[in-house]
């Protein structure tokens, strides 16, 4: 009896679609913050993306335009909304395969307002409002895809 098999070798096997192996299902994805009236010595803000991809890139992240060398995760505190900037796009450099995202931001001075957004594939999928008036206002949400 003689068995005869057959093995197919496609030239990319990685459905995210661009052809860079990031894996099954990797998304592009874009977060960007605005805080106004973030105060560096008393108010207290995080915000932190986490992502990975089946290549294992340890180079993941643009924070502005400028790349995040050697950054599987990137964050921002109270000191990065405190000065002239007051809005941060974080993003992919490539597809990546999961993705959690948080941001935590307590008032402990005067008013702190802004917006937080999430667009995976250029897709606006998260688009908050944040408007802390009292003092010990917070707004903490995580989002994992």
Do not use: R
Not at 25 to 44: E, M, P, Q, R, W
Not at 50 to 78: F, R
Not at 116 to 123: A, G, R, T
């Amino acid at each position: 009896m003689l068995l005869g098999f057959i093995v197919s070798c496609g030239g990319n096997d990685d459905e995210g679609g661009d052809g860079n192996g990031a894996g099954i299902n990797s998304s592009h994805y874009k977060i960007t913050v605005t805080l106004n009236g973030v105060n560096a010595t008393d108010d207290y803000v995080s915000v932190v993306a986490s992502g990975g991809n089946h290549q294992n890139d340890s180079s993941l992240w643009k924070i502005n335009g400028a790349v995040q060398n050697g950054q599987t995760v990137v964050g921002l505190n109270k000191n990065s909304f405190s000065g002239a900037t007051k809005s941060y796009t974080i993003e992919t450099n490539t597809p990546i395969a999961a993705l959690s995202a948080s941001i935590q931001v307590i008032n402990f001075n005067s008013t702190i307002t802004g917006t937080y957004k999430i667009e995976k594939d250029n897709q606006l999928v998260v688009n908050e409002t944040i408007n802390l008036t009292a003092d010990g206002a917070d707004f903490t949400k995580n989002y994992t895809f």
